[in-house]
C-alpha cells in the first residue's frame, strides 16, 4: 500500500511540475495553430438575408495555451452553443466539436486553404437522418463570414444551411 500511495503521489507532483514548471516548452507554437485566430473577438452574428439585424453574440477566444479556438455563440431566439477547435499536428487537420443547449452535437474537420477554414463532417437530423455538412470561414471586411451547406443526398446536391456574418460587438474594442 504504502508503494502503491508513493507512485500515486509522484505521478501526481511530477504531473503538476510538468504543467507549471516556468519555462515548459509550450505545445502549439507552430504556424498552423493560428490559422483559425481570424475569428477571434467579440462579435454581433448577422444572417445574410437581414444584414442590420443582429441574430446572435457570438465571443471566439483562443485558450488553453493557445491550443484551443473557444467559441460561445448565444443566439436570440435562446438557442445556445459551444465549439471547439483545435489543430490536430498528428494528422494535419482541423477539428471543431460543436454542442447545444438543445443536445445538437456536430463534428467536422478540414483544413485552411486558399485563406479560409473549410471543415467537413456529417450530422444528424431529428429523426436521425444522416446529412452532409460542410462549412467555411473566411476574414472579410469588418469581420468573418461563415457559411454552411447541407446534403441529404450523398453531396449529389447542396443546399445553404446558413451564411452569417460577424461584425465586432458594437460595445467592445475589436
Known amino acids: 500500500m504504502k508503494i502503491r500511495l508513493t507512485v500515486i503521489l509522484l505521478s501526481l507532483v511530477g504531473a503538476s511540475t510538468c504543467f507549471a514548471a516556468p519555462g515548459h516548452t509550450r505545445n502549439c507554437t507552430a504556424p498552423a495553430y493560428r490559422q483559425f485566430n481570424f475569428w477571434a473577438g467579440d462579435w454581433d452574428a448577422y444572417d445574410s438575408s437581414e444584414p442590420d439585424k443582429p441574430i446572435a453574440r457570438n465571443r471566439v477566444d483562443i485558450i488553453l495555451g493557445d491550443c484551443v479556438v473557444r467559441e460561445v455563440y448565444r443566439q436570440s431566439d435562446g438557442l445556445i452553443g459551444r465549439s471547439f477547435s483545435i489543430y490536430d499536428a498528428a494528422r494535419k487537420v482541423w477539428h471543431q466539436t460543436w454542442v447545444t443547449n438543445r443536445g445538437q452535437l456536430l463534428v ?4 485552411f486553404r486558399n485563406g479560409r477554414m473549410m471543415l467537413a463532417g456529417t450530422d444528424r437530423d431529428a429523426s ?4 452532409l455538412v460542410k462549412a467555411f470561414w473566411m476574414p472579410v471586411e469588418g469581420g468573418v463570414r461563415e457559411v454552411a451547406h447541407r446534403s441529404i443526398d450523398g453531396g449529389k446536391t447542396w443546399t445553404l444551411w446558413f451564411d452569417i456574418t460577424f461584425r465586432p460587438h458594437r460595445n467592445s474594442r475589436h
Open 108 to 111: 467536422i474537420e478540414g483544413q
Open 128 to 131: 436521425g437522418r444522416s446529412r
